[in-house]
């Protein structure tokens, strides 16, 4: 979905995805460092990610943000984003995902926790959401501390594709 939000504070600020962001997503995703963090890690190539590029700006209910690293002079360093937003009047939710912090001089700083509160809290009093909802796979273990963190709960468990996925919720009052 084409948007215009920008969110920033004091280390980072984080700007739509435009199609000059899609390579760089692209070498990211296909890193063997980043594949454990996925359920699929299938290699993307090009074409693939133009694709993906050109049906994200189709959707009305995706929003993906690129993580510039304000401490390292606005460096292109991550993504993340909320998706499947359902603006159902009586709950409305979104999934939290796709975060990675791609560069690995960048993690380890706090950055993931960072971005992660700072989406939340767009997602609560930007777009009004009631809950925010995600899934993470067992063994990546820091995105799992950075949830908890974050104040995400666990509500269940189960496994897809013979991976173990842990499904965590924050809701605003919690928040």
């Not at 760089?24 to 063997?32: A, E």
Request: proline share 2%.
């Amino acid at each position: 979905m084409h948007h215009d939000y920008v969110i920033k504070n004091n280390k980072f600020i984080l700007t739509p995805v435009t199609e000059a962001d899609i390579e760089l997503m692209r070498g990211w995703r296909n890193s063997p460092l980043n594949h454990s963090s996925f359920l699929t890690n299938n290699y993307i190539d090009m074409d693939q990610q133009k694709r993906w590029f050109e049906n994200y700006l189709q959707k009305t209910n995706d929003i993906m943000f690129i993580v510039k690293d304000l401490e390292d002079s606005g460096k292109r360093v991550g993504m993340l984003g909320l998706y499947d937003i359902d603006n159902d009047k009586n709950k409305k939710k979104a999934e939290f995902g796709r975060l990675l912090i791609g560069e690995p001089s960048t993690r380890g700083k706090g950055l993931g926790l960072a971005v992660t509160l700072n989406l939340c809290k767009f997602g609560f009093q930007i777009l009004e959401l009631d809950e925010i909802y995600l899934e993470v796979i067992t063994d990546n273990v820091t995105a799992h501390k950075i949830y908890k963190k974050a104040g995400f709960l666990e509500t269940e468990r189960y496994s897809i594709n013979g991976k173990e996925i842990i499904k965590m919720s924050l809701f605003k009052e919690n928040f």
